[in-house]
């Protein structure tokens, strides 16, 4: 159902490039501007890194064996892809796929979703072609292949790469079992705007954890080898910068300095590429003014030179074609060739490889070894999958590849780690709602995704199934029993009637508690194309909450997004608000668990949570500026003149709602202060870059903090370690995540939690685009979040002086 709604709009896309591609058809080509001209210096970056399957001499030897049978055109086959879900092709127009691919003219297709489909492609393509090369067949598998996780951005509110490893095993799993040997997973932008769609698709605005994760994927995708048959190929996307973009409008043009690319945006693809990923995405915006899809500073001097990356770079879905509408080609024949030569190997979608690639070789303009060394890429990734000797998928064992009860045990126990409880304040009776008796007499369950499977699915359901899913209304009527369930829908998601008002109003006065479950239409409000300007409740439902909250019955809100929602009534007038993303097939019984007290809520915000538009975009590692606000201004302006020319707003806090790595759980635990085992480190200077050095590292720093459980329950806590470097070459962060531990603490129990911190922690991009240590006075916090905790100061030397 998803991939459906996905095919329509793929094909209006396509009908918008078509458009395009009309109106440029008759214009004029300019010539090259030679690529090495727009690389900027960065001397003593760090050295490549190749990744090593796809460095293996046996395999090298193969691809040169085959390319030199290939013809020219069977090589640029191989560099074209297509969408070929259904009968025409979605988005593509082309009806000629068999033909082509007995002429060898396609490397690689996706959206096709059953096994009896794969192979009947890969049929024409192993039996009809020439050189009965094999096609790799793709698909977003984005969180989930028919087990549905949570959505990216909650997974990663666990802060644990082990679950996002497994999680992704599972589905590498279920796709391979179709034949699909390669996902268009993970998204690793980074973003600071929850105006943005896609930020439910990543792991939100912080580089070390993102390139935790990035690795956790990656290798939960690509399992112990790519030639096992359950791995499938990861692809890192969108290469790079997207989630910069302006005003939080997808597809929007980016403005990104090298230094900030390097120190935030670029970290969690490299990352990505050292755990091995044999593929990555160029994206859809352009960066300082040049397209990420022809842009040769990050694809070939970052990317191929820096970090050894080997693997294929594909474009993302008609992003060559779109070179046109950016306005750095004028026909298609100039925009294949500027992404071709910028180092896009393989042209998703837009056709335009396979209509001039060819003819550019003939008139010279492309060389015949740069298409060779594309051409490697494809062909190494493919006999390193082990497609050569096993191109087929099992028909008769596909369906029995999916929802294992492992693997459905495995979604609720992430989505249970996902959740974030927001608030939890105390009642009249001095505890707080959350969590609820199992004796509580009768609830009332309001809101339009209390029962609704798809919602819970969130956006790239894959082939994910509303059926799977088991909603909160019915896990909270298998516990309590239909008759202390009073349901009510209330409203739907974006719109809603006085009567569906009226009837949850009643519902909430025949209760003794509520429980809301308000939020955005996952598929269609988040994800791709689904920016927006207002981040409230959809529809009716403020109004709906608002009337519910007003019968004063006690009340928990369960919000249900693809961002952080700005939600200013309801945190100052709720009860407990818990956020709960979209939690994949396992939503309810995960729910419930939590709302009963048999998991203590342990998810951390990998974003921050702003408390208004106007604040956007905010995050935790931002600059200090030479104005800064003292940070405690928890009331508006004006409270004081002093106050005025600082960098603040007149009529709305500095603070988020809630920082970076915040989460509250059913315990309240208290932190010591930050302690350090020395007060300075001595170390070489090491301007010329942390890899170049030949100094040896001096022993790991250690911080350490006591952490007590001062509640009644006991909790796994996600320990942070965050450092602020001052007296450097630039500007660093008032505060950046270094580490993160996970440690369960029993009622009255104090933990001394200790972090090894070694001398790379301390190093950054420097004005000279040089990663390396600079001496500095750093602070060190030992903190559940990015805002609280007492640091402590140690000054980093030289050896020297
Ligand atoms: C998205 C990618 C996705 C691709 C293939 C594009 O529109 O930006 O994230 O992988 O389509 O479906």
Not at 7 to 20: C, E, Q
Not at 196 to 218: I, N, Q
Not at 418 to 431: C, T
Not at 492 to 511: P, R, W, Y
Request: aromatic fraction near 8%; include cysteine; charge should be negative.
């Amino acid at each position: 159902m998803h991939l459906h709604r996905r095919f329509y709009f793929r094909s209006r896309i396509a009908h918008v490039f078509l458009i395009a591609l009309l109106a440029q058809a008759s214009l004029v080509f300019f010539s090259a501007r030679p690529a090495a001209a727009q690389f900027k210096t960065a001397p003593f970056a760090q050295p490549a890194r190749a990744n090593s399957e796809l460095n293996d001499p046996a395999i090298e030897a193969r691809v040169e064996e085959l390319l030199k049978k290939m013809t020219l055109e069977e090589k640029v086959g191989q560099l074209v892809q297509y969408s070929a879900g259904q009968p025409t092709g979605p988005g593509t127009g082309r009806t000629d796929y068999a033909d082509m691919l007995s002429k060898g003219e396609i490397g690689a297709l996706f959206n096709i979703v059953t096994a009896k489909e794969t192979n009947a492609f890969q049929r024409i393509a192993v039996e009809k072609s020439r050189l009965h090369i094999p096609l790799i067949f793709g698909l977003d598998v984005i969180h989930g292949f028919r087990t549905e996780f949570p959505i990216p951005l909650g997974m990663s509110a666990t802060w644990d790469p082990q679950l996002v490893e497994r999680a992704a095993r599972v589905a590498a799993r279920e796709a391979s079992a179709t034949g699909i040997r390669w996902t268009f997973s993970p998204m690793v932008d980074l973003s600071r705007d929850p105006r943005w769609g896609r930020v439910a698709e990543g792991a939100g605005e912080d580089p070390f954890l993102g390139s935790a994760l990035a690795r956790a994927y990656v290798r939960g995708y690509q399992g112990p080898h790519l030639n096992a048959a359950e791995s499938i190929l990861a692809c890192p996307k969108h290469y790079v910068g997207y989630g910069a973009a302006e005003g939080g409008r997808d597809y929007n043009t980016t403005e990104i300095s090298e230094h900030t690319l390097r120190e935030y945006y670029l970290p969690p693809f490299h990352a990505a590429v050292d755990a091995g990923a044999g593929s990555i995405m160029s994206a859809f915006n352009s960066l300082d003014g040049i397209p990420a899809s022809a842009n040769p500073f990050t694809l070939k001097k970052i990317l191929r030179q820096e970090w050894g990356f080997r693997g294929i770079v594909d474009s993302d879905w008609t992003s060559v074609g779109e070179l046109m509408n950016h306005g750095i080609a004028n026909d298609g024949a100039t925009a294949a060739r500027k992404a071709f030569q910028a180092g896009v190997d393989m042209d998703m979608v837009s056709s335009l490889y396979h209509d001039h690639l060819a003819q550019l070789v003939r008139s010279g303009q492309v060389s015949e070894a740069d298409l060779d060394e594309d051409v490697r890429h494809v062909l190494r990734v493919k006999f390193a999958l082990g497609l050569f000797e096993n191109p087929y998928a099992d028909e008769k064992k596909e369906s029995s590849a999916f929802l294992l009860p492992e693997a459905v045990s495995l979604s609720g126990e992430i989505a249970e780690r996902s959740f974030v409880l927001l608030k939890n304040d105390l009642l009249p009776n001095a505890s707080p709602l959350l969590p609820l008796s199992n004796d509580v007499k009768s609830v009332a369950l309001i809101g339009p995704l209390a029962d609704d499977g798809n919602m819970m699915l969130g956006s790239w359901g894959g082939l994910g199934d509303g059926h799977d899913v088991i909603t909160l209304r019915a896990a909270l009527v298998k516990k309590l029993g239909e008759a202390r369930v009073h349901y009510a829908k209330g409203s739907e998601i974006s719109a809603g009637t006085d009567t569906q008002i009226k009837a949850a109003v009643d519902a909430a006065k025949n209760s003794d508690v509520v429980i809301l479950a308000l939020g955005e239409n996952g598929p269609e409000m988040t994800g791709e194309a689904a920016s927006r300007t207002h981040l409230d409740l959809p529809g009716r439902q403020e109004q709906l909450l608002e009337a519910v909250v007003a019968t004063g019955k006690p009340a928990a809100l369960i919000v249900f997004s693809g961002r952080p929602l700005i939600l200013p009534w309801a945190f100052e007038h709720v009860n407990s608000v818990l956020t709960a993303w979209f939690p994949g097939i396992q939503a309810g019984p995960a729910l419930v668990r939590t709302l009963f007290g048999e998991n203590n809520p342990s998810g951390k915000l990998t974003m921050t949570w702003p408390r208004s538009v106007g604040q956007i975009p905010i995050y935790y590692n931002a600059l200090n500026t030479g104005r800064p606000i003292v940070q405690n201004d928890k009331t508006p302006f004006p409270n004081g003149h002093d106050e005025k020319f600082v960098s603040r707003y007149i009529d709305e806090s500095n603070l988020p709602k809630f920082p970076f790595g915040f989460g509250l759980s059913y315990t309240s635990l208290r932190y010591g202060p930050t302690e350090l085992n020395k007060s300075d480190l001595r170390l070489d200077w090491l301007r010329e870059g942390l890899a170049n050095t030949s100094s040896t590292a001096p022993a790991p720093l250690q911080a350490s903090a006591n952490i007590t459980n001062a509640g009644s329950r006991a909790t796994t806590e996600t320990v942070q370690l965050y450092v602020r470097l001052q007296g450097t070459s630039v500007s660093e962060p008032v505060r950046a995540l270094k580490g993160f531990q996970q440690v369960t603490i029993a009622p009255g129990e104090t933990k001394r939690v200790v972090f090894s911190v070694p001398a790379e922690t301390f190093a950054f991009w420097n004005d000279q685009n040089v990663y390396g240590v600079e001496p500095a006075r750093a602070t060190i916090w030992i903190s559940p979040d990015s805002t609280s905790g007492t640091g402590a100061q140690i000054e980093i030397r030289s050896k020297t002086n």
